[in-house]
């Protein structure tokens, strides 16, 4: 028998280590990935022409500034001539260079690459360049989630100047991890108005995929509850992001000066409003009105970073009743399904252009907010048992911590359970275990 128990607490672990997202796995959009494709084509010994495209796959996650940071390593003695679309933010050592009257834009055995920002010179533009690294959501933003720059690839004066795939392959954003280059199909291309269709001498494909636990130690956002129907808040949990207040500002105050100046180049580090949970991100879910056929919910989302505006944010929720939305006021909303099966539970809100997309840092002005109005599902609606609240929500595709489901809002003078009912649950549970160990 212990053998047994054994082997069941072993499948169980495994089982349970294995569904945890560190792996770059995402249940809510499970084909999400960022792919780095390299097209070859032109080449010739010590002369080769490549197109690079960054494509954010991912249904809500963005890449936000900074941006992209593409590096890899070179197999042989290889150096960037020419570049379009981007840059190189060093050029390495060129000295084997120095007599050919003109430098490479960059020799180092490991470049760093980035997207040139917008207002670059023309001659220095490709079509899909110069969004600081920016890429966002497909849903959010369809046209703006590829990025694109040309390169003009050679080598060493003692190498054979063979065209090699680099590795080690990474977007510089952090929670990324990416694969080394496979060959693909070779990318196709459309000219005069379709009729007529090239294709690259050769296609490779690298993958990269997010990891919230790669991204950050402790979470980045905490939910809190509420009801018309109850008269207390159901608080985000105690230390929802970390228990560290050596390093917040109390509410309505900044940083000092000198902390609030940092590289634009680099992701600063959250300071937050001093709060029990410390998150640099608080969502409040508000089930605000009952209607006999509809029910009303506010949901407000409180920036507490002092330190930064989220740009393009978004809100993923998951509910059994989104897929009854009526009306969305003041976000833009948009069902996602996943894995076409029917089952419509889980939904994405954005602010709209120029009005509500940017969350500006903590203060008076740090938050947005909306109405949903629901129809109700008459066979499974019930304020019971916290059925009302979601059960899952992230903010720029992070999980936040979710308030314990005892602790959830419940209906006046209603028990959660009875004592008969758990009376019956113990006494079940102490036949079968009676049962199992005689």
Same mark, same amino acid.
């Given at each position: 028998?212990?053998?047994? +128990?054994?082997?069941?607490?072993?499948?169980?672990?495994?089982?349970?280590?294995?569904?945890?997202?560190?792996?770059?796995?995402?249940?809510?959009?499970?084909?999400?990935?960022? %792919?780095?494709?390299?097209?070859?084509?032109?080449?010739?010994?010590?002369?080769?022409?490549?197109?690079?495209?960054?494509?954010?796959?991912?249904?809500?996650?963005?890449?936000?500034?900074?941006?992209?940071?593409?590096?890899?390593?070179?197999?042989?003695?290889?150096?960037?001539?020419?570049?379009?679309?981007?840059?190189?933010?060093?050029?390495?050592?060129?000295?084997?260079?120095?007599?050919?009257?003109?430098?490479?834009?960059?020799?180092?055995?490991?470049? %760093?690459?980035?997207?040139?920002?917008?207002?670059?010179?023309?001659?220095?533009?490709?079509?899909?360049?110069?969004?600081?690294?920016?890429?966002?959501?497909?849903?959010?933003?369809?046209?703006?989630?590829?990025?694109?720059?040309?390169?003009?690839?050679?080598?060493?004066?003692?190498?054979?100047?063979?065209?090699?795939?680099?590795?080690?392959?990474?977007?510089?954003?952090?929670?990324?991890?990416?694969?080394?280059?496979?060959?693909?199909?070779?990318?196709?291309?459309?000219?005069?108005?379709?009729?007529?269709?090239?294709?690259?001498?050769?296609?490779?494909?690298?993958?990269?995929?997010?990891?919230?636990?790669?991204?950050?130690?402790?979470?980045?956002?905490?939910?809190?509850?509420?009801?018309?129907?109850?008269?207390?808040?159901?608080?985000?949990?105690?230390?929802?992001?970390?228990?560290?207040?050596?390093?917040?500002?109390?509410?309505?105050?900044?940083?000092?000066?000198?902390?609030?100046?940092?590289?634009?180049?680099?992701?600063?580090?959250?300071?937050?409003?001093?709060?029990?949970?410390?998150?640099?991100?608080?969502?409040?879910?508000?089930?605000?009105?009952?209607?006999?056929?509809?029910?009303?919910?506010?949901?407000?989302?409180?920036?507490?970073? %002092?330190?930064?505006?989220?740009?393009?944010?978004?809100?993923?929720?998951?509910?059994?009743?989104?897929?009854?939305?009526?009306?969305?006021?003041?976000?833009?909303?948009?069902? +996602?399904?996943?894995?076409?099966?029917?089952?419509?539970?889980?939904?994405?809100?954005?602010?709209?252009?120029?009005?509500?997309?940017?969350?500006?840092?903590?203060?008076?002005?740090?938050?947005?907010?909306?109405?949903?109005?629901?129809?109700?599902?008459?066979?499974?609606?019930?304020?019971?048992?916290?059925?009302?609240?979601?059960?899952?929500?992230?903010?720029?595709?992070?999980?936040?911590?979710?308030?314990?489901?005892?602790?959830?809002?419940?209906?006046?003078?209603?028990?959660?359970?009875?004592?008969?009912?758990?009376?019956?649950?113990?006494?079940?549970?102490?036949?079968? +275990?009676?049962? +199992?160990?005689?």
């Amino acid at each position: 028998m212990g053998a047994k +128990l054994n082997l069941v607490y072993a499948v169980t672990i495994i089982l349970f280590t294995i569904s945890l997202p560190s792996h770059g796995y995402d249940p809510l959009d499970p084909f999400g990935k960022i %792919t780095i494709k390299w097209d070859l084509l032109l080449s010739s010994p010590g002369h080769h022409t490549v197109q690079v495209k960054l494509e954010n796959m991912q249904e809500y996650r963005h890449v936000d500034k900074p941006g992209w940071k593409l590096s890899w390593h070179w197999e042989s003695k290889q150096v960037i001539w020419d570049m379009r679309g981007a840059e190189t933010t060093e050029q390495g050592n060129c000295s084997a260079f120095a007599s050919s009257g003109t430098l490479p834009h960059c020799c180092l055995t490991r470049p %760093t690459i980035v997207d040139l920002l917008p207002g670059a010179p023309f001659n220095s533009q490709v079509s899909n360049c110069c969004r600081g690294g920016v890429l966002t959501s497909m849903s959010q933003d369809h046209k703006n989630h590829v990025s694109v720059f040309h390169m003009t690839i050679g080598s060493f004066p003692d190498d054979s100047g063979e065209f090699t795939m680099p590795s080690n392959f990474d977007i510089g954003v952090p929670g990324y991890s990416c694969d080394n280059a496979t060959s693909v199909a070779p990318t196709k291309y459309s000219t005069d108005k379709g009729r007529r269709k090239t294709q690259a001498l050769a296609t490779w494909e690298a993958v990269c995929v997010y990891s919230q636990f790669r991204s950050s130690q402790s979470p980045k956002c905490c939910v809190s509850l509420s009801a018309f129907y109850y008269r207390n808040i159901v608080p985000c949990p105690t230390c929802s992001c970390g228990c560290s207040s050596s390093h917040c500002v109390k509410p309505g105050e900044m940083p000092p000066y000198l902390e609030q100046k940092h590289d634009p180049e680099e992701e600063v580090s959250p300071v937050v409003e001093c709060t029990k949970h410390m998150c640099p991100i608080h969502i409040h879910w508000h089930v605000k009105v009952n209607y006999r056929e509809y029910w009303r919910v506010k949901i407000t989302a409180t920036n507490l970073n %002092t330190m930064k505006n989220y740009t393009d944010w978004n809100l993923v929720v998951l509910h059994p009743n989104l897929k009854s939305v009526e009306q969305v006021f003041s976000f833009n909303y948009k069902s +996602l399904t996943p894995y076409h099966n029917g089952i419509n539970d889980t939904g994405m809100f954005w602010g709209v252009k120029f009005y509500n997309d940017v969350l500006l840092q903590a203060g008076k002005i740090g938050n947005v907010q909306t109405e949903l109005l629901l129809k109700k599902d008459m066979g499974n609606f019930s304020f019971r048992e916290g059925w009302a609240f979601p059960r899952r929500i992230l903010f720029n595709g992070d999980e936040c911590v979710m308030p314990s489901p005892d602790d959830y809002p419940r209906l006046p003078g209603y028990a959660s359970s009875s004592p008969s009912a758990v009376f019956s649950f113990v006494t079940i549970l102490f036949c079968f +275990l009676l049962h +199992l160990f005689v």
